[in-house]
């Protein structure tokens, strides 16, 4: 038994809308044996994991799982069970679950959602591990490997702070891109966007983070504004510390000069020996080290958010209480069984350590690591209040008064940061400074907020909140319209005439399509598989982007699931026979199942435009949240009639003329035949993708008059609309290029082209290898009921076919359509295919190639063209336009 393959949906997905880990699981020689005929096996998994007794599985009560097993159940069935205990174990809050077999015998798809991807990877690889040990009968020391995961996990996941940050912004409908394995945020979409990095903002100037790491230029700065700061000196070496020590007099702090968390710092500190000790630890974190005046009082943490005091915190430095039994060593290892303390940041609070820090500390005040203390006797472990050393915080945000919060408020401003943790002593909060005395310790950039968040002792304080609605003030908005258009045909003309229209308004629209990925008028992407969730991550990410249209294909919503939390439009072109046999797409209800996904990710406020003369489109109505609009190719469906009498909104043709109701209100757009895309009205598929496209314009708010004029000029340039129907005339032959590569496709041109009246029509046909045999065989049966003349060629990308094999299914299609075996040609090379049609060709006749790459075909026929000038089309629109397939 092993794992096959291992990947993660990280959006919206066809299993589940939320993040899920897709295993592909082959049992090996256990594909025949259910648990019911393997012994005592569900005994012995009980007893290493006796908590899976507590799962309902489909029977939906606790034990119900106890039951499938003894009944009998395939080991898929169980290491979806054994993965989601190990991640609840591990505390990853999870729930679904899912194992569905595939077409490979004892190979099934597991499936578990996710909230660390990491943690999940390395559960899913020990739950499969623990599943073979029960059977080969080895030991597995459970404990340990939740333990490890959780470190995985901790170590991978984001931080507090980030987190808060996240939970704010879905608060908000504000949507989150996690840019790296750090904390690297985007909060938004395109040009909404704002970045962030725990609590680093954009706006947060270099300069400014540069001054609160250097605390010697910080506290000078803040002198020079009349801000008070303990008086202090950077050293070199340990007789320098003892030296500035004895000129600043009295008790010192030793700290590295640009260090962080607390780490390296020692405070109270009044002999040479404590100041040497603490300047040798100092210097493992700094080459500087700064030794300063030790100002007497409470620690506290003043939190400022854009010019004002969000929160406010004391914080309580690292300490154990002791029980009169256990010894310091012992009381630290106890607390740390405290569930909310972690690794580092990971929890609300940090594991405590003993280090020579501590050690330090302990020594001052003439007591060791195996010291026990007293019942109720508090020691010590630290003098600085950092929570990422130990320490604890309680809010006081209330008590804080106001010439305090404006003394931090300015301090940060001083230094110049947007979010900025000001580090405040003082005898009480509730009094100024100015009268009791005090100073500001440090002024720290990308301060963490977890103790506002998660206080030991006090009211949660939203920080997060309050950094996001500084990024994101009420009523700004975080998105941009997201137009997602998927379905077998159409797709990629459809998409392209809906970013004309978004361009006509004036906003920059960022596009990927199967030809590549498109931001404005710059192409950053050409070709290639840029019709799933990356190419519209690429879109989403980029700054400049102000609306979206993604094509969005098949495989990327199998393989990853949707880029995007929310969509503004779905459109559903149609579903047609394609890809049937691949990822486990068996029937054309299965490509409409997983096409909806789209219609499903639409918002309330959005819509779904939909094919009312395709069945499976229209029933994905029923999936959909949104408001729906239908487009149809007459007015005369009865569903658009139903939806039109029910106040709902459809487009159509009527009379020749593309119509848009909205209940009685009726909208007379353009004639058809005034729609360079259909010819004249010759291409009907063309027609629907216009019609597609007007639908979503509509659903958008996008002016009618611009619809309009789209619409009417469209078409009218190649670079409009490259690779699908492309007409060019050479030398009284006119030839077709073309993107069509299934049945449907084909005939949808070549019914489209026979009606312009060629005195013949050749065919250069190709398929994609990994098709099924059949589909295969029907593409080549489609182009003989149309051609007089096929010329079958292969693509280069064979998709795991033997050359030659594809090329011989199209001519068995091919002749099984009547077509005599002396007018079918086989030339597997694209371009040679071409230009065996070519050559045979005389005036009048007509060329349909179906490519799989554009530009050696456009370039073979500017070499054929010889400079001659393109003439026009049938439908007078210019010679070479680009339709759609």
């Not at 750090?182 to 270099?206: D, E, F, I, M, N």
């Not at 070496?237 to 003892?242: C, I, L, N, S, T």
């Not at 492309?726 to 006119?734: A, D, K, L, S, Y």
């Amino acid at each position: 038994m092993f794992i096959r393959e291992l990947r993660a949906c990280e959006g919206r997905n066809v299993f589940c809308h939320r993040p899920v880990l897709v295993m592909l699981l082959d049992l090996g020689p256990y594909a025949r044996k259910p648990t019911g005929t393997l012994g005592d096996f569900t005994d012995k998994l009980l007893s290493v994991l006796p908590s899976l007794a507590e799962h309902g599985c489909s029977r939906g009560r606790p034990g119900g799982l106890v039951e499938r097993l003894r009944e009998g159940t395939y080991l898929g069935h169980v290491v979806e069970h054994v993965w989601l205990e190990l991640m609840h174990l591990a505390g990853m809050e999870v729930s679904y679950g899912k194992t569905l077999s595939t077409e490979d015998e004892g190979v099934y798809e597991v499936v578990c959602e996710y909230t660390s991807r990491e943690g999940a990877r390395a559960s899913a690889v020990t739950a499969v591990e623990l599943v073979k040990s029960v059977l080969e009968g080895l030991e597995f020391d459970v404990p340990a490997a939740v333990e490890e995961i959780r470190r995985i996990s901790a170590r991978t996941e984001l931080g507090p702070s980030t987190r808060a940050i996240v939970q704010a912004c879905r608060k908000r409908g504000i949507p989150v891109m996690r840019l790296s394995n750090g904390s690297l945020l985007q909060l938004g979409y395109g040009a909404r966007q704002k970045l962030v990095q725990a609590t680093l903002t954009q706006h947060t100037g270099c300069i400014a983070a540069d001054i609160a790491g250097d605390k010697s230029l910080a506290k000078h700065l803040l002198s020079e504004a009349e801000i008070p700061v303990p008086r202090g000196m950077v050293v070199k070496d340990e007789a320098g510390a003892v030296q500035a020590a004895a000129t600043i007099g009295g008790p010192v702090v030793v700290k590295p000069l640009d260090g962080n968390q607390g780490k390296g710092v020692a405070l109270n500190l009044t002999t040479a020996a404590q100041i040497r000790a603490a300047y040798r630890l100092a210097r493992h974190y700094s080459e500087e080290v700064m030794v300063e005046e030790y100002i007497q009082g409470k620690q506290y943490r003043l939190l400022v958010v854009n010019g004002r005091v969000t929160a406010a915190a004391e914080r309580i430095p690292t300490r154990v209480v002791g029980d009169g039994c256990h010894t310091v060593t012992q009381l630290v290892d106890i607390e740390n069984r405290n569930p909310l303390r972690g690794e580092e940041h990971e929890k609300p609070l940090t594991r405590i350590t003993i280090d020579p820090v501590a050690l330090l500390v302990l020594r001052k005040n003439g007591l060791s690591a195996d010291y026990i203390p007293r019942a109720g006797e508090v020691v010590y472990l630290r003098e600085n209040a950092n929570l990422s050393t130990g320490g604890t915080a309680e809010d006081v945000t209330d008590l804080m008064h106001p010439e305090n919060a404006s003394l931090a408020a300015r301090a940060a401003q001083v230094v110049g940061l947007d979010v900025a943790g000001i580090d405040l002593v003082a005898a009480d909060i509730s009094q100024p400074i100015s009268t009791t005395g005090g100073a500001v310790i440090e002024v720290n950039a990308a301060p963490g907020i977890r103790m506002h968040h998660h206080p030991s002792k006090g009211q949660p304080r939203d920080v997060a909140g309050a950094i996001v609605d500084y990024l994101f003030p009420p009523g700004t908005p975080a998105r941009i319209p997201i137009i997602c258009v998927t379905g077998t045909n159409g797709k990629t003309t459809t998409t392209r005439l809906v970013a004309d229209m978004l361009r006509r308004q004036g906003l920059v629209v960022g596009m990927a399509t199967t030809d590549g990925i498109h931001i404005g008028d710059r192409c950053l992407v050409k070709g290639g598989d840029t019709t799933g969730p990356w190419s519209a991550r690429a879109v989403l990410r980029d700054p400049a982007v102000e609306a979206a249209v993604l094509e969005t294909a098949r495989g990327g919503l199998l393989r990853e699931g949707l880029a995007f939390d929310r969509a503004d439009v779905a459109v559903v072109t149609n579903i047609a026979e394609d890809h049937l046999g691949q990822g486990g797409v068996e029937s054309l209800e299965d490509l409409a199942h997983i096409k909806s996904l789209t219609v499903e990710a639409v918002g309330r406020e959005g819509c779904a435009v939909l094919n009312a003369d395709d069945p499976l489109v229209a029933a994905m109505a029923s999936r959909a949240r949104c408001r729906v609009i239908y487009f149809s190719l007459t007015g005369k469906n009865s569903l658009v009639r139903r939806h039109l009498g029910a106040g709902g909104t459809a487009v159509f043709v009527d009379k020749g003329r593309v119509v848009v109701a909205a209940g009685n209100q009726v909208h007379h757009l353009v004639p058809v035949k005034s729609i360079p895309l259909t010819c004249g009205g010759t291409v009907s598929h063309n027609l629907q993708n216009a019609l597609a496209a007007t639908g979503t314009a509509w659903g958008l708010g996008i002016p009618p008059v611009l619809v309009k004029e789209s619409l009417e000029s469209f078409g009218t340039d190649p670079s409009h609309n490259p690779g699908r129907l492309m007409v060019r005339e050479i030398n009284g032959v006119r030839v077709v290029v073309d993107y069509g590569h299934n049945p449907p496709g084909f005939e949808s041109v070549l019914r489209a082209v026979k009606s312009w009246g060629p005195s013949r029509l050749a065919g250069v046909i190709g398929v994609p290898g990994d098709r099924p045999d059949r589909l295969i065989r029907m593409s080549g049966w489609t182009a003989g009921r149309y051609c007089q003349r096929v010329f079958i060629k292969e693509d280069q990308d064979l998709r795991g076919r033997e050359a030659g094999a594809v090329a011989a299914l199209l001519k068995e299609g091919v002749l099984s359509s009547g077509l005599p075996e002396g007018s079918v040609t086989v030339e597997t090379s694209e371009l040679k295919a071409l230009r065996l049609a070519l050559d045979e060709a005389v005036p009048g006749d007509m060329v349909v190639v179906f490519y799989e790459h554009l530009q050696p075909v456009l370039d073979l026929l500017e070499e054929y063209a010889a400079g001659v000038v393109p003439k026009e089309c049938p439908s007078l629109a210019p010679a070479m336009v680009a339709v759609a397939e």
